[in-house]
């Protein structure tokens, strides 16, 4: 009888103990392998994970975008592979389906995926600091600082005047948690790798520094949108400097006066104080005028070499400019213009 007894209560051991082992080994089994993400979504989510950010912030971001289905299991195995003490902020892209262990693994691998940031058409320091933000961590704000922090930018070979010479409109590739100081880095190697040994003897060759390049280079982006006029207006300035003429560029005056709205530079505005006016002080500007493209930069480097002092825009309003020689010519050119203007009620 007791016998019997022991022998039933084993059984029910056995079997309760096997139960539950069953029942725990299809628990790890959906838990770990289930997919868990997005179920009824085909569009991957794009999960941002802010720098200092918990594990809690984690689940709640993925509960509350419907990202994933079950916050428990997903809470399970990320304690049981540590990522709950491990969390690494980025941009991360959770694709439909994924199971528990797949998320937790990309997560805790910091398997970022990388986004582009694009700046062009830039005046200002304010403007950069805006449009290199946009995409990712870095507040406006902070890296603007870093733009203006004479003492770190010098650590670049750069002043406060010259600083946006550093920057070289394009799309690039970073990480969404990067910092405005290696945001910085980047962007100088960047440079470095835009001023190869060619572009530097070219530069040479026309007797000026990287830096009076960019100077130079923003006055022509700045006179001409037309990418393939670019080069023959770069060969009037160059000509200019040759022969120690006053620039007179009427977007160093725009520029000096600090209103981008002006449509018509007057005689008044020829009058202001300031190193930027082109009209009143021989040879370069302190400094860029706006952040030059590539196609400006490149434009003074492979100059048209041509006989042309002057130039004004053809009253067509095409964009493009009419270039002449000598003086009366040139007059002739801006009175059909100004007429055009007057005409047009651009006062």
Known sequence: MFDDKKTKYYLVGVITFSVLLTSLSFYFYQAFFSPN???????????KIPSNATFQTVSDSLYYAEAIQDVISFSFVAKVLGYQELVKPGLYTIQPRMNNLALVRKLRSGDQTPVKITFNNVRTKEDLAEKITKNIEVQELDFYGLLTDSVYIRKFGFEEETIMSMFVPNTYEVWWNTSAENLFDRMYKEYERFWTEERKQKANDLGLSQLEVSTLA???????????????????????????????ADPTLVFAVGDFSIKRVLNVHKEIESPYNTYKYLGLPPGPINLPEISALDAVLNYEDHNYLYFCAKDDFSGYHAFATNLNEHLNNARRYQNALNKAKIY
């Not at 993400?37 to 999960?47: A, H, N, Q, R, V």
């Open 37 to 47: 993400t997005l179920l009824e979504k085909e569009e991957p989510y794009l999960l």
């Open 218 to 248: 923003s006055i022509v982006q700045a006179e001409t949108q037309k990418a393939d006029e670019r080069p023959k207006v770069a060969g009037v300035y160059l000509n200019r400097l040759r022969i120690n003429m006053p620039l007179q």
